[in-house]
């Protein structure tokens, strides 16, 4: 079983920043790929971006050169920092892990969510 706990959220104003913090417990052993998604009031849950274990990134066009993904394999910690804030980035952010544990393993794909933290950006 694999537990995420995010951190990070808060209120600020546009063109804020904030830094958002994913920690996995669980299956050090395992690869995992973590991604951000948000979700905003009424809306779906929409990907943000994401980093593999070799640090390869990924991002949602709308926040390309706003948003950086980093990653502490030695803490088991995801990071997103968020710079230029908008007020349409205000959402619940989510913290997902796919895990890797070999192609032999009944683990590997699985996939597991943090409770999420809000972000709220005013104009």
């Known amino acids: 079983q694999v537990q995420l706990v995010e951190s990070g959220g808060g209120s600020v104003q546009a063109g804020g920043s904030l830094r958002l913090s994913c920690a996995a417990s669980?299956?050090?052993?395992?690869?995992?790929?973590m991604s951000w998604y948000q979700q905003a009031p009424g809306k779906e849950r929409e990907f943000v971006s994401s980093?593999?274990?070799?640090?390869?990134?990924k991002y949602a066009d709308s926040v390309k050169g706003r948003f950086t993904i980093s990653r502490d394999n030695a803490k088991n910690t995801v990071y997103l920092q968020m710079d230029s804030l908008k007020p349409e980035d205000t959402a619940m952010y989510y913290c997902?892990?796919?895990?890797?544990?070999?192609?032999?393993?009944?683990?590997?794909?699985?996939?597991?969510w943090g409770q999420g933290t809000q972000v709220t950006v005013s104009s």
């Open positions: 980093i593999n274990s070799d640090r390869t990134t």
């Open positions: 997902k892990t796919v895990v890797d544990c070999g192609v032999y393993s009944y683990r590997t794909g699985r996939s597991y």
């Open positions: 669980g299956w050090p052993e395992c690869r995992h790929e």
